[in-house]
């Protein structure tokens, strides 16, 4: 298959669903969320002939989303209560199912990391991406993303065992 | 290697795609779609809006252009007998119309400049897009 009979209109549709959810998590607002997705599926619609593997289109397109997301962070950096570490859940209720029990209060643990150790978590854990697509996708190096995963993971390992022994 | 066969990570995994699970469709993906096919639009518009005016600036350089070929002199050399029979004051008026006639040259180097600067900046705004 070649980069010209890549399919736009498949790849947004098989990836809209993940890439704004990843955006949501990253940005705690659903509206902010939705315009960096499209605006990343708008850069990946014009910059389609770069992607020689179509394989390789899911680390691609989070590569795309989270520069469009570091991108605006960067810009409205004065405008910290969107980006801030600890700020509350801001996501849309009516969009995101209400987690319960053990789920909403890992979503706070995950909520409470910082946004570049979210996101490479995210991509790890959530969507199953390598190491090296996650160094890819963020830009980070790969022994940083090793250390981000390692010691996020920790963090909510010891979340859990609290949780279970309480 | 971590998060392998242990439980708690397992459990921790289904955790964390629940956490990131895919937002319904909710018609993004119409929404891309319109969005694309609207810049197509507005870049065929840009397009077809630079290269109007390039066209025109070319055509305004028509008759000066003309002009100039009118007044180029039919020999490239005059002879030696000619040149000595031109007075000097009929020699300052076709040095001044040499003059206008040369800048002619000028103008249409000007004029592809500034074709070549629109057709830029339309790229570079296409790019920005």
């Given at each position: 298959?070649?980069?010209?009979?890549?399919?736009?209109?498949?790849?947004?549709?098989?990836?809209?669903?993940?890439?704004?959810?990843?955006?949501?998590?990253?940005?705690?607002?659903?509206?902010?969320?939705?315009?960096?997705?499209?605006?990343?599926?708008?850069?990946?619609?014009?910059?389609?002939?770069?992607?020689?593997?179509?394989?390789?289109?899911?680390?691609?397109?989070?590569?795309?989303?989270?520069?469009?997301?570091?991108?605006?962070?960067?810009?409205?950096?004065?405008?910290?209560?969107?980006?801030?570490?600890?700020?509350?859940?801001d996501l849309d209720e009516a969009t995101q199912p209400p987690p319960a029990?053990?789920?909403?209060?890992?979503?706070?643990?995950?909520?409470?990391?910082?946004?570049?150790?979210?996101?490479?978590?995210?991509?790890?854990?959530?969507?199953?991406?390598?190491?090296?697509?996650?160094?890819?996708?963020?830009?980070?190096?790969?022994?940083?993303?090793?250390?981000?995963?390692?010691?996020?993971t920790e963090k909510l390992r010891t979340f859990l065992k609290v949780y279970?022994?309480? | 290697?971590?998060?392998?066969?242990?439980?708690?990570?397992?459990?921790?995994?289904?955790?964390?795609?629940?956490?990131?699970?895919?937002?319904?469709?909710?018609?993004?993906?119409?929404?891309?779609?319109?969005?694309?096919?609207?810049?197509?639009?507005?870049?065929?518009?840009?397009?077809?809006?630079?290269?109007?005016?390039?066209?025109?600036?070319?055509?305004?350089?028509?008759?000066?252009?003309?002009?100039?070929?009118?007044?180029?002199?039919?020999?490239?050399?005059?002879?030696?007998?000619?040149?000595?029979?031109?007075?000097?004051?009929?020699?300052?008026?076709?040095?001044?119309?040499?003059?206008?006639?040369?800048?002619?040259?000028?103008?249409?180097?000007?004029?592809?400049?500034?074709?070549?600067?629109?057709?830029?900046?339309?790229?570079?705004?296409?790019?920005?897009?």
């Open positions: 298959m070649s980069a010209a009979s890549v399919n736009f209109d498949a790849l947004l549709r098989a990836h809209q669903g993940i890439i704004r959810a990843f955006l949501r998590r990253l940005c705690k607002d659903a509206a902010l969320a939705d315009d960096l997705a499209q605006e990343a599926f708008l850069i990946a619609h014009q910059r389609l002939a770069d992607l020689r593997d179509p394989k390789a289109a899911k680390s691609w397109l989070f590569q795309i989303a989270y520069n469009a997301y570091a991108g605006h962070a960067r810009k409205h950096a004065r405008r910290r209560e969107l980006f801030e570490v600890g700020h509350g859940v029990g053990m789920a909403r209060d890992i979503a706070t643990a995950m909520d409470n990391l910082p946004p570049e150790v979210r996101a490479v978590i995210m991509m790890n854990l959530s969507y199953g991406m390598s190491h090296s697509e996650v160094a890819k996708a963020s830009g980070l190096p790969l022994g940083t993303v090793k250390s981000h995963i390692k010691r996020g279970e022994q309480a | 290697m971590m998060m392998e066969n242990d439980p708690m990570d397992e459990n921790l995994k289904v955790l964390l795609a629940d956490y990131a699970a895919p937002v319904p469709d909710d018609g993004f993906a119409a929404a891309v779609k319109t969005e694309i096919a609207k810049r197509k639009r507005l870049r065929r518009s840009l397009i077809l809006g630079s290269g109007t005016i390039g066209a025109l600036i070319a055509a305004l350089q028509l008759p000066a252009l003309f002009g100039w070929a009118q007044g180029l002199p039919k020999t490239s050399i005059l002879p030696n007998d000619v040149a000595r029979s031109v007075e000097p004051s009929m020699l300052s008026t076709i040095t001044d119309s040499l003059t206008w006639g040369s800048i002619s040259p000028i103008m249409m180097g000007a004029a592809i400049f500034g074709l070549i600067c629109l057709w830029w900046a339309g790229e570079a705004a296409l790019e920005a897009l």
